[in-house]
């Protein structure tokens, strides 16, 4: 079957063998025997009606991007095996498109012409492809008729002419659990060839407005730590928790005057259990340490209050007044 596969784009009529459509389209063998519905339908497998387009298998295709890790399988099928894996951001080689679709049966009404086919009262004729959903008034379906295929051409009055038995909600579900849609071929650079579902790519044929950029994450080797893009952002937070164990902090201290310390997991220094307070500030002022600085509490008061406004100097020469009255020199 001729046509574009890349969106719901029209396509032109002409008529084929269903049963050489299906061996094109699996090229070569399935995983199950073909079947046919009742009323001499089309052929199916795993309960679905399947179109192959390999219009590139000769090369000279553009390439695709792998939005993610992708498995790529060995045929179009969400059972299938896994033969390969791409990496995010990997670009791979386009090599055709395969089309999996729960064929919708119809019952002709009254005598009809379209298509160029003529359907009488009756006959039993089945939706097998179409590129925006199963069944669709603003659609031009394919639809299978005694062995061959042809484009329907839909209308307003289309119930007076066919009754469809359009699937319900929980059928389509299901058949998308199941693989229904459409499928790429794809060829790696290091030659590995198989099938995932199309919306596993993005920046289709090459073409820049067929790209997505907010699909694509960075390697983690291109966040560094100091990185607060969103991208990384967004990477870290689907990255699994890094879980680790550390022995339970067990306060000490240096002599019997000295603050209550606790050690840093990893690291060489320890820090004090509790703040600074106003008042351990002021009697460290008081002992003519701490440079004499009085930092201000901007009204909130003092006392046990922690202590604020303090510089980095002033704070060295607090803990040289600890050392001197009987501590050990413990960094800050």
Known sequence: M??????????????VSACAQMGDAFGGGARQAQEFLPDGGPPVVNGFYEVGDDSCSDGGCLDVRADAP???????HPDASVIASTRRGEWVGWVGNHYRMRPIRGVVLRTRETGGVRLGAGDV????????????????????????????ELDEGEAAFVRWD????????????????????VQRATGELGFARKDSFSCWWGRDDLC?????????????????????????????????????????????????????PEQSFAAGQYEVTFAE????????????????????????????????ADAQAYVQWLSQHGGSPIGC
Request: overall charge negative; some cysteine; glycine content about 10%.
């Open 2 to 15: 001729q046509g574009s596969f890349g969106g719901g784009c029209g396509v032109s009529l002409f008529l």
């Open 70 to 76: 992708v498995d790529l399988r060995d045929l179009p």
């Open 125 to 152: 004729v089945y939706i097998v492809d179409t590129r925006s959903g199963y069944y669709a008034e603003d659609t031009t379906p394919a639809v299978w008729f005694r062995g061959e295929t042809f484009y329907y």
């Open 166 to 185: 359009s699937p319900s909600a929980e059928q389509r579900a299901a058949d998308e659990a199941m693989g229904a849609g459409e499928w790429f071929e």
């Open 212 to 264: 997505d950029p907010d699909r694509i994450i960075p390697p983690p080797s291109d966040c560094p730590g100091h990185d607060i893009s969103w991208e990384c952002q967004e990477l870290r937070s689907r990255a699994e928790p890094d879980v680790a164990s550390y022995p339970t902090p067990r306060p000490f201290r240096d002599c019997a005057n000295c603050p209550s310390m606790v050690w840093i």
């Open 281 to 312: 500030w002021d009697a460290c002022v008081a002992a003519a340490g701490c440079t004499g600085s009085t930092p201000y509490d901007q009204g909130w008061g003092r006392g046990s209050r922690p202590v604020i406004g303090v510089r980095w």
